[in-house]
Nanobody
Framework: QVHMVESGGGEVQAGGSLRLSCAGSGYDSSRHCMAWFRQAPGKEREGVAHIDSNGIITTYSESVKGRFSISRDDTRNTLYLQMNSLKPEDSATYYC??????????????????WGQGTQVTVSS
């Protein structure tokens, strides 16, 4: 059974940094495209960053490009999101997700089969 657990969320002041982790079990992460999504209250869940199974191809939403960095350690079945220069608009619940394919495709929510429960990030101004 696939199980994914996010950690590392919390409250930080604008301009600060956080590093999110997503520990997986029940699957071999090296075979999967992985991603981070986020959802703020009253808003749709949006893709933030995606990484293919080889860790070579990464994509970011325009709102986080240059500030966030996605990486993976498949020896630990763990996905990371380094978030720098955080802004209040980055406040949301962050979810990790895994696709059943090795490539990330269009990065749309419905393309991802497995999800964690989320970790809250709050950025104060």
């Amino acid at each position: 059974q696939v199980h994914m657990v996010e950690s590392g969320g919390g409250e930080v002041q604008a301009g600060g940094s956080l590093r999110l982790s997503c520990a997986g079990s029940g699957y071999d992460s090296s075979r999967h495209c992985m991603a981070w999504f986020r959802q703020a209250p009253g808003k749709e869940r949006e893709g933030v960053a995606h990484i293919d199974s080889n860790g070579i191809i990464t994509t970011y939403s325009e709102s986080v490009k240059g500030r966030f960095s996605i990486s993976r350690d498949d020896t630990r079945n763990t996905l990371y999101l380094q978030m720098n220069s955080l802004k209040p608009e980055d406040s949301a619940t962050y979810y990790c997700a895994a696709r059943t394919l090795s490539t990330c495709g269009g990065g749309r929510r419905y393309e991802y089969a497995y999800w964690g429960q989320g970790t809250q990030v709050t950025v104060s101004s």
